[in-house]
């Protein structure tokens, strides 16, 4: 969803509130997609603070699909995202990034929703979901949910000490 600034930076102290639905049915990060189940819409207050200051409050929230890390299993997550900030155009791309200022979700005339959530998205972005504290994952032989099954898998960690014995039994095994 884009928001027209055009009439916003017109006039210095001018506020817009708005209440847009997010577009995005899917976020993908680090390579993988992520399908959004619920959102609710995004509400917004831009300000023009003057001197082509834009300042943007507001917020949402949404939920997302993870995977599990130990066993893959789908986990439900709830994001409550909160923004708050301020974007001055007077400035160049250069001078953003030294400041360490994104902005790529605004231009002059525009301002993508979709990319300011996502942004925000990113940065509550966990490391790490599971799906309970005590997941037991898949197993790395068969594959099996232990959660769910057992599986009769050699589970053994055999003796690093013998390896060197091991390797000559395996050079002299008949195929």
Same mark, same amino acid.
């Given at each position: 969803?884009? #928001? ?5 930076? *017109? ?6 509130? $708005? $209440?847009? /639905?997010?577009?995005? *049915?899917?976020?993908? #990060?680090?390579?993988? &997609? ?6 609710? /819409? ?5 300000? $023009? ?5 834009? $300042?943007?409050?507001?917020? &949402? ?5 993870? =995977? @599990?890390?130990?066993?893959?299993? /789908? %986990? ?9 900030? +301020? ?15 994104? *902005?790529?979700? %605004?231009? +002059? ?5 979709? =990319?300011? %959530? ?8 966990? #490391?790490?979901?599971?799906? +309970? ?6 197993? *790395? ?9 057992? @599986?009769? @898998?050699? &589970? &053994? %960690?055999?003796? /690093? ?11 002299? +095994?008949?195929?």
């Amino acid at each position: 969803m884009e #928001i027209s600034l055009v009439k916003l930076l *017109s006039q210095e102290g001018k506020t817009e509130s $708005h $209440h847009v /639905p997010l577009e995005i *049915s899917e976020v993908e #990060i680090g390579g993988e &997609t992520y399908p959004i189940l619920e959102s609710l /819409p995004v509400d917004l207050t831009l300000t $023009h603070e003057g001197n082509y200051v834009l $300042h943007i409050t507001g917020g &949402t929230k949404l939920k997302a699909e993870l =995977a @599990c890390a130990r066993c893959l299993c /789908p %986990v439900e997550k709830e994001f409550l995202l909160s923004f708050d900030r +301020k974007i001055d155009f007077n400035l160049s791309e250069e001078e953003r990034e030294d400041l360490e200022e994104d *902005s790529s979700f %605004v231009d +002059k005339d525009s301002l993508n929703v979709d =990319a300011l %959530v996502r942004n925000e998205l990113l940065v509550q972005w966990p #490391i790490r979901v599971l799906c +309970k504290d005590d997941c037991k994952g898949i197993c *790395s032989r068969c594959g099996a949910n232990l959660n769910f099954q057992t @599986c009769d @898998c050699d &589970t &053994t %960690v055999p003796d /690093p000490r013998m390896a060197a014995i091991r390797d000559i039994f395996s050079k002299f +095994k008949e195929v």
